[in-house]
């Protein structure tokens, strides 16, 4: 039975900084600095108790007919 059962993840990786938000007090009439990120990278896998499956990497927002054919 647990051979039949497939388990799938998907996670989204941050190239340069962190994926959170971050809260910066400034003097008031300071000029606020922009920091541009690395931009970041979805991933998606599954794996049973009999094997793993590949790694994908997502390009686009994932829709069910990108999830069936995967």
Excluded: Q
Excluded at 5 to 19: Q, V
Excluded at 41 to 46: D, V
Excluded at 53 to 62: A, D, G, H
């Amino acid at each position: 039975m647990r051979n039949k059962i497939l388990w799938s993840d998907e996670a989204k990786i941050e190239l340069l900084g962190l994926n959170a938000k971050c809260h910066v007090w400034r003097k008031p009439g300071t000029t606020p600095m922009v920091n541009r990120g690395g931009g970041s990278i979805m991933l998606w896998g599954c794996f049973s108790a009999a094997r793993t499956e590949r790694l994908v990497k997502i390009e686009e927002k994932m829709n069910g007919a990108m999830y069936r054919d995967l």
